[in-house]
């Protein structure tokens, strides 16, 4: 590129678009890049205050920003996502469905520090719907060596840096435990709120069943379940360490493999998470999901959806971030709670 005065700029070729910002009214490009200027357009870009601008001189080994910042989104771009138009050098990629949406933070950080080179991406391991941006790239001259760009496309690799799962149809069955629903003695408020949850997650709901305070009750209930051929078995209520809270050793007995009984996240402590040999995902699920408006609860339940496996080592991570901040507008996902690292 070259810098010209404006008033000598008749026939030269824009290089980059030429923003006009008034405060309440607009902020967009008046001028595209390749625009070849005419003689009506100098007044216009001196009201902008351009006296000089940048025109196109195409010089070997550097590449404009609107062609670096496709090469950046060809790094992240996966399954499921929808690359913008380049406006002012910069393209973003939004989501094309409901899911899960991961970041390889390793590879993102390397790349950022690149010099002149940026990615920004929204938080990972969250639930995303269509149409939500992902993420935004560009580089910050206004043209770049094309080594700079060589370098990210080796730390990119053969795989992207972004990832979203397509969340699955599928289908729950619900145990509420406890004597004091089972007997009639309090109105079960539990349930209802684990069907909403799993409603806004597209879940379908096939059997609830309701057991008191006995192992073997609560046992032959989650097999009963299970061969509804259902993917999720949650398990409300009984997850404390009291005398009757039976829910961990009735899941155990049932012939799940427990992946962990406790998690580093509150509110949600007494989590347990465990998977049959078939795959078949099962919860236990602690008072807290009850009144707290997000929980554990909420930070699992993305990963089975998208039919994420996760192991003890995943729900360690969980510690960073794992402390509800009880805010008094809930933002969740948009927040670092359950993000781990």
Same mark, same amino acid.
């Given at each position: ?6 008033? #000598? ?7 980059? $678009? ?131 760009? #060589? ?6 690799g053969n795989t992207p ?34 069907? $909403? ?15 008191? #305070? #006995? ?26 360490? $009291? ?45 807290c999901a009850m009144y ?50």
């Amino acid at each position: 590129m070259k810098k010209i005065r404006t008033i #000598d700029a008749v026939g030269s070729i824009l290089c980059h $678009d030429m923003t006009r910002i008034v405060k309440d009214e607009i902020k967009d490009a008046v001028f595209r890049k390749g625009h070849i200027l005419k003689e009506e357009d100098i007044p216009v870009l001196l009201s902008m205050g351009k006296d000089h601008i940048y025109v196109y001189e195409k010089q070997e080994g550097m590449i404009h920003e609107n062609d670096a910042a496709l090469i950046l989104s060809s790094l992240c771009i996966n399954d499921n996502m929808v690359t913008t138009e380049v406006k002012e050098g910069k393209v973003e990629l939004k989501a094309e469905c409901n899911g899960f949406f991961q970041v390889d933070i390793s590879k993102l950080n390397q790349i950022n520090e690149l010099e002149d080179i940026m990615i920004a991406t929204r938080m990972g391991n969250i639930p995303v719907k269509k149409g939500d941006k992902l993420a935004g790239m560009r580089v910050i001259p206004l043209v770049i060596e094309k080594d700079k760009l #060589d370098k990210a496309k080796k730390i990119g690799g053969n795989t992207p840096i972004l990832k979203l799962t397509a969340f699955k149809n599928l289908k729950a069955g619900i145990i509420t435990t406890g004597n004091e629903v089972y007997y009639g003695r309090i109105k079960d408020t539990f349930t209802p709120v684990i069907k $909403d949850k799993l409603g806004n997650m597209g879940i379908d709901v096939v059997k609830h069943l309701v057991s008191n #305070d #006995d192992t073997e009750k609560i046992k032959s209930h989650i097999l009963d379940i299970k061969k509804e051929g259902v993917d999720l078995i949650i398990c409300t209520g009984g997850m404390s360490v $009291d005398p009757d809270d039976l829910t961990p050793a009735a899941i155990k007995s049932s012939g799940a493999n427990i992946v962990t009984y406790g998690a580093p996240v509150l509110p949600g402590a007494m989590f347990l998470l465990g998977y049959f040999s078939d795959g078949t995902t099962i919860m236990g699920v602690p008072g807290c999901a009850m009144y707290k408006k997000t929980t554990i609860f909420d930070i699992m339940l993305p990963y089975v959806c998208a039919g994420i496996k996760i192991d003890k080592s995943h729900i360690a991570k969980l510690g960073y971030g794992g402390l509800c901040l009880d805010c008094d507008i809930c933002n969740y996902p948009n927040c670092q709670f359950g993000k781990g690292v």
